[in-house]
């Protein structure tokens, strides 16, 4: 099992549609999570963090589930700008590093 | 402007000729850390630091250096560049990781990147 995987996606959803895609973790020890966007191939920018429950920032919602160890990114509203890259970040349990999910790809249609 | 600047952001270079990547950031944070990115493998810890004089493995460093002789400053170097090295590199820095045991971090800011091919 992978450390940090999420569907590659793409996701196509239309303008106004709610999307919802999941980040699954390997380390229950793990205590924080941070769900980043990144544009076709720019550098990756943070979209929201999670270091309990969950956290919402307008129309993004991030859940943590911690008993299936998973955390989820909800968008509502999607908006064409919302078409990005959503990558799921973890860091490694008992050592300093960060582990990278693969990333989720948006589209939102008009 | 509380950034990180990486440069170049553009090399082409060829086999065998030693090359440099400076990172900077001027947020006076501690963490700082190397990724490279490849279609299919997502973003890939290289090396990372946790202070000055503090660097360390990530999870591919085979084929590449660092230092960290000042808090603002992290430059990646290629001693002998070869072609599986062509990628999409990024700097980062951060706070401190809190804690390593309990796997608590903390946002990282990333640098524009730096599209490397070697020929």
């Known amino acids: 099992r992978k450390e940090v995987e999420q569907d590659p996606g793409p996701f196509n959803v239309p303008e106004g549609a709610t999307v919802a895609f999941n980040c699954t973790y390997s380390?229950?020890?793990?205590?924080?999570f941070f769900w980043y966007r990144q544009d076709c191939r720019k550098e990756p920018k943070l979209l929201m963090s999670v270091y309990s429950s969950g956290n919402e920032d307008g129309r993004f919602t991030a859940q943590l589930n911690r008993a299936s160890q998973y955390i989820s990114l909800l968008i509502r509203d999607s908006k064409l700008s919302d078409s990005a890259t959503y990558l799921c970040?973890?860091?490694?349990?008992?050592?300093?590093?960060?582990?990278f999910g693969t990333g989720t790809r948006l589209k939102v249609l008009a | 402007e509380a950034q990180v600047t990486q440069n170049p952001r553009y090399l082409i270079t060829v086999t065998g000729k030693k090359l440099t990547v400076t990172c900077s950031q001027n947020m006076n944070h501690e963490y700082m850390s190397w990724y490279r990115q490849d279609p299919g493998l997502g973003l890939r810890q290289i090396y990372y630091?946790?202070?000055?004089?503090?660097?360390d493995k990530g999870d591919v460093p085979e084929g590449y250096k660092v230092s960290r002789k000042e808090k603002r400053n992290f430059p990646l170097i290629l001693e002998s560049p070869s072609p599986n090295q062509t990628s999409l590199y990024f700097c980062?820095?951060?706070?401190?990781?809190?804690?390593?045991?309990?796997?608590?971090?903390?946002?990282?800011?990333f640098g524009p990147g730096t599209r490397l091919t070697v020929l």
């Open positions: 970040v973890v860091p490694r349990s008992g050592t300093y590093k960060y582990i």
């Open positions: 630091s946790m202070n000055v004089e503090v660097t």
């Open positions: 980062a820095s951060s706070l401190s990781i809190i804690s390593s045991s309990g796997g608590r971090g903390n946002e990282q800011f």
């Open positions: 380390n229950s020890a793990s205590q924080s």
